[in-house]
């Protein structure tokens, strides 16, 4: 069967930014946000409280439903002027709804514990205790009804405009790219994938060039994130909130034991990977990695990685797993969930993102026909058939934090990574596809640890003023030469600019979970490679739990495992440091090509 590589979302409303059903749809939001303002936040009955629960889930519902429709324009059209106006909107009606549901949610606080506990028990609410028990006491630790409604008001032209802005200067970023003679000018998204170019004077050349592009404007991304950082730490400030991680770690349901235990146990095992690093910059004929160099190519990796061999690759290894995985797989394939083409005005990177009325997701990619591309698709693919799973569940039950929805995702990227280094034909097909896994490794364990130290320290700095474009730039460079352990030479000083997760208002620090669930995952993983097609079902409860526990809880029920331990971590590590064994292995005696 042949995939088309782009999307159908007139599916959801046809005629895309100039849709009229999604100007119906809107209206109706609207509607729905007038209801609700009138909602009682006084006393209340146990039926009139279930009642109010269905009327903000079902407008909560629909404002994603929205909102996944205008992310999806403006990801495949940059440049499409309308559907950031109805973004503009939908940011509007979101602060109406937000300021409505944070009135009632107050009036949460003052039922009764003896009542409340009584009606976390019923069959009614029993099943979304967990988060209307979450909500309850975060609100609790919030500013009053009307100190929080302004925050939200204010947060329109404020937090989320910064945002907004950042999104407006990236469109206008375009790096020039020279071969054969002929000057190329790129999109982001097109520069970050020829960055990968197997020819180490393309990338140095290139790298120079996407550096300079993001210096050029430096001084505007500066001035962003300056205040982007302000606006949270003053709101912070204002709640009494003295850790800049409280809401980041309420947002992951994690502790932060949890949270200093996997750092901690990643910064005692970094060594096997700088060995890795060094072997490959031997291998690149480098005496050390530059930072362009850590994704680049190794080996000669002769398999047809076109999008229908990637997209059928996937499909058949979901299915050595699961049934269930590969008919979704083949499902969303065939049926057009997925933005793959590579052309110009699309936005950097990738995602995956659900419809929750319809009950389908939609998947944003520029594939360029790369190992590495089939490894981003079955990630996202992972994070669809996550939300397929929970699509039945009420929608509580679905809001599922970031941290383990990046344990789907990358449990599906390491069912096709391991697949492929064992079907590989050849030495040098298996040294590019181990290279390819360990540069995930790299990934979670350095550059995303570098994000994190980097983000951390600019919140500490910000809260005695703006801090200096120049400054951002030498401690994102410390942060990368620490967090990569000295094993790069040339560092990336202008990746806090380039890399939208800094800029999200939705999801503060962007960055820890992808290596929670990295390193969740492979031990999810390990128990599904023992028991092979039999744990499907145990891994699909594992994910219907994912909205409804702690992930210390989640740990704990489905893999009998204390993940406020070192030791936890170190399992999933020592995986990885196996790869790194193989790969040293593998290479003992290689010359630069």
Request: aromatic share 12%; with cysteine.
């Amino acid at each position: 069967m042949t995939y088309e590589m782009t999307w159908d979302i007139e599916t959801f409303f046809a005629g895309g930014s100039d849709s009229k059903e999604f100007s119906a749809y809107l209206d109706q939001i609207k509607q729905g946000i007038e209801h609700i303002q009138h909602v009682p936040p006084g006393a209340q009955t146990f039926e009139s409280f279930c009642q109010t629960i269905d009327q903000f889930s079902s407008l909560h519902t629909s404002l994603r439903e929205a909102f996944a429709f205008t992310s999806c324009l403006v990801a495949q059209d940059m440049t499409d002027e309308k559907a950031k106006a109805l973004q503009g909107q939908l940011v509007t009606l979101n602060s109406r709804a937000t300021n409505a549901l944070t009135v009632w949610e107050s009036s949460l606080t003052t039922i009764g514990q003896t009542t409340w506990d009584e009606w976390m028990r019923s069959e009614e609410l029993g099943a979304i205790a967990f988060p209307l028990n979450e909500i309850r006491e975060t609100r609790a630790q919030k500013l009053s009804d009307a100190e929080e409604t302004l925050i939200n008001a204010l947060s329109m032209n404020g937090y989320q405009g910064w945002e907004l802005l950042y999104n407006t200067l990236v469109q206008s970023i375009r790096v020039p790219f020279e071969e054969d003679g002929q000057t190329t000018w790129l999109s982001a998204g097109q520069a970050a994938n020829a960055l990968s170019s197997p020819d180490t004077e393309v990338r140095e050349r290139l790298f120079a060039s996407w550096e300079k592009a993001w210096a050029d404007k430096g001084a505007f991304f500066a001035e962003t994130l300056n205040n982007f950082g302000g606006f949270r730490l003053q709101v912070y400030g204002a709640r009494g909130w003295d850790s800049i991680m409280k809401e980041p770690l309420q947002h992951n349901r994690m502790k932060e034991e949890t949270l200093d235990a996997m750092w901690g146990a990643i910064t005692k095992h970094k060594q096997p990977f700088v060995q890795y690093l060094q072997r490959k910059a031997e291998l690149l004929g480098k005496a050390k990695m530059d930072w362009q160099d850590v994704n680049a190519p190794l080996g000669e990796n002769k398999k047809d990685w076109n999008y229908q061999a990637g997209a059928e690759f996937i499909r058949r290894q979901f299915h050595q797993f699961s049934e269930a995985m590969g008919d979704f797989a083949e499902h969303a394939l065939s049926e057009r969930w997925i933005e793959a083409e590579d052309r110009d005005n699309k936005r950097p990177g990738g995602f995956c993102t659900t419809f929750p009325e319809s009950k389908e997701s939609r998947i944003f990619m520029t594939y360029a026909g790369t190992a590495s591309n089939v490894l981003t698709l079955a990630h996202e693919l992972g994070h669809a058939f996550h939300n397929y799973v929970l699509r039945d569940l009420p929608l509580y039950q679905r809001s599922y934090s970031m941290n383990v929805a990046e344990t789907a995702s990358t449990f599906a990227e390491m069912i096709v990574t391991d697949a492929a280094v064992n079907q590989a034909s050849s030495k040098n097909e298996k040294m590019a596809l181990l290279d390819d896994k360990l540069q995930r490794s790299v990934a979670f364990f350095m550059d995303i640890h570098s994000r994190y130290l980097f983000e951390t320290r600019f919140y500490e700095e910000r809260k005695n003023g703006s801090v200096p474009y120049q400054r951002l730039n030498e401690l994102m460079e410390e942060a990368q030469q620490e967090a990569f352990a000295g094993a790069i030479g040339k560092t990336h000083p202008h990746f806090w600019a380039s890399k939208l997760h800094f800029y999200n208002t939705s999801v503060p620090f962007y960055n820890f979970p992808y290596t929670f669930g990295y390193l969740f995952s492979l031990s999810v993983y390990a128990r599904a490679q023992k028991e092979g097609k039999n744990f499907e079902e145990k891994y699909m409860d594992l994910l219907r739990d994912t909205a409804s526990m702690t992930v210390e809880d989640l740990a704990m029920k489905h893999l009998q495992a204390d993940i406020t331990k070192e030791a936890f971590w170190e399992e999933g590590i020592a995986l990885c440091i196996e790869d790194v064994e193989e790969f040293l292995e593998l290479t003992e005696g290689e010359s630069a090509e």
